[in-house]
């Protein structure tokens, strides 16, 4: 008899909850069909290193300048007095003359590739720069033409010197074609199997000083 009364005050109860708030449902989070559902992680690719110097030297450095507008600057030279990481970082001492259409440019290749880094599956720029104080510039990567890559030049937006070592971390999305310089007949596409050359331009006019580059990489 008491089982039976048991019974029935369940029935009325879930009589009253389907009557009056409609069906009750309760769900387990993250349960579907009897499974847990795994979240979907993005796959982790080890960072591609592009160059940290510790070869003693900057392979391929080059420079420009708005020689025009009275501007200089050096090539990337390897250093032992100023580094972020490890025994050596790389140097440029320039001057951004006086017009204020465009300044200087400083760009390295990579001692660890022939030519170009293969940063498949990579897609942010990761590099450590000491700049003037409240100096603008921004950081170029250019393609190689091999390996897929067709000798597009890609800028990244402005960033600002402090003074002090920072790191910079740039999604390669963030980037845009450069429409000066450069294959511009290519694919319109980060071509990520040839970053063939990495550096920064400073703009015109904004004074003079020395930069330090130190470890790039590519995650």
Known sequence: MK????????TAAMFVLTSCAGVVE???????????????EKKKFKPVLFEDFEAGTAVGSY???????????????????????????AFSSFDTGADGAWGVGIGTQSAYGGGYIDAKERDTL??????????????????????????????????TGTGKWDLFEISMDDFYKNIYSGNQEGNNAVDMTAMGTVGLQFAGSVGKGTVYIDDVYFK
């Open 26 to 40: 309760v769900k387990a989070p993250g349960i579907t069909g009897g499974k847990i559902e795994a979240k979907a």
């Open 126 to 159: 990761s590099v450590w720069v000491k700049a003037p104080a409240g100096m603008p510039f921004y950081f170029f990567c250019n393609e190689a033409q091999d390996n897929g890559g067709d000798g597009e030049f890609w800028n990244s937006p402005n960033q």
């Open 3 to 10: 089982k039976i009364k048991f019974i029935a005050y369940i």
């Open 63 to 89: 420079s420009y300048a708005n020689t025009g507008g009275n501007a200089s600057a050096e090539k990337f030279v390897a250093t032992m007095d100023e580094k972020h990481g490890g025994n050596y970082s």
